[in-house]
């Protein structure tokens, strides 16, 4: 949960939680949200609705995801949040998913980057946003980025446009990804196995062939828990610290050695480790195998890293739409 007031071209976090509950955790195999990760939603909406009370939020979007867009029972588990905290919680589409992953990284966008691919790796599915700049004046790119809050396709306007060429919504993240390899007990051939599965989970998703897409400056931007994770350990940090982790650049082989090393720790080694922590230790091996994948079919020596994502881009598309940010950056 992200509460802020809107300051000139962006915001100011007023209150912030974070919690992993691992709703989906089960789903690839029943069809069904657990009881027991129901529970531990239910658990840390409290918290998020005590912190909204005290905060005074009149203006609101309370989203869920992959998880609720294919559990069975999701209407049940909707309906028990709102009795338990009267918060109403509203299932979002992919492409919303999507779009408000890629505005929330527009000040990582580079001026000189041509060909923009946007990657959210979230628990219960990866979407993947390939976007042309070509057409953009270089100063005026961030800001064309921001310009897709209102849809892929917006309407004709005056402004240089983004062309999004394509996108895809994989239906595999963290947690559903390694569930469906939960029986495979080797370490190293787990990953292996999860990696090679996404990507045959992206033939779909061709924008354009290695040829093109190698023509002027690319650049991906990775916004999730793993890449943040990737990059804290990447920098060595004895505690995670936004700040340096926000904006960092990576390159294929940086992200290659990190995990490496998670695989060389074995789960015993990663569970120590405090750059992963204990909440992460059973998600980021099937993270790693998603961003392993992206990297062997677009190898990169500028991966940005984005420690923001959904919730960001929820607030700059509230405030653009309201019409309280100043005409600054974006």
């Known amino acids: 949960m992200l509460i802020a007031q809107p300051k000139g071209s962006g915001f100011h976090v007023v209150d912030s939680f974070s919690k992993s509950v691992q709703l989906g955790s089960g789903l690839e195999r029943t069809g069904r949200l657990s009881r027991s990760s129901m529970a531990r939603t239910v658990q840390a909406l409290r918290i998020c609705q005590q912190k909204l009370k005290r905060n005074k ?13 294919r559990a069975r029972n999701a209407g049940e588990f909707i309906q028990m949040v709102r009795h338990e905290t009267g918060m109403a ?3 979002i589409q992919p492409e919303e998913e999507a779009r408000l992953a890629v505005i929330s990284c527009a000040p990582l ?3 000189r980057t041509d060909q923009l691919l946007v ?8 979407e993947l946003v390939w976007i042309d700049l070509t057409n953009v004046p270089n100063r005026d790119r961030p800001r064309a980025i921001m310009r897709l809050h209102a849809g892929f396709h917006p309407p004709e306007s005056p402004f240089p446009a983004a062309r999004v060429v394509d996108w895809i919504s994989v239906p595999l993240g963290v947690a559903t990804l390694r569930d469906q390899f939960s029986d495979v007990e080797d370490d190293a051939a787990r990953f292996a196995l999860m990696s090679w599965h996404f990507e045959e989970n992206l033939a779909e998703f061709a924008p354009y062939r290695d040829d093109i897409a190698r023509r002027g400056q690319f650049q991906i931007v990775g916004t999730s828990g793993t890449v943040t994770t990737v990059a804290a350990s990447h920098l060595g940090l004895k505690r995670y610290d936004r700040t340096k982790v926000d904006g960092l650049r990576m390159t294929s082989d940086q992200i290659d050695a990190v995990i490496r090393r998670y695989l060389a720790l074995g789960p015993a080694g990663r569970l120590k480790d ?3 922590g204990e909440d992460r230790q059973a998600l980021i091996m099937s993270g790693s195998a998603i961003l392993q994948a992206l990297l062997r079919c677009w ?7 984005a420690d923001r994502g959904l919730r960001e881009g929820l607030l700059y598309a509230q405030m653009s739409a309201d019409g309280v940010l100043e005409d600054g950056p974006f």
């Open 109 to 111: 966008v580079s001026t």
């Open 299 to 305: 190898p990169t020596d500028r991966l940005s890293v």
């Open 119 to 126: 990657v959210d790796i979230g628990g219960g599915s990866t």
């Open 274 to 276: 405090p750059r992963i």
């Open 89 to 91: 919680l509203e299932v």
């Open 57 to 69: 939020v009149s203006r609101m979007r309370l989203v869920t995801t992959e998880a609720c867009r």
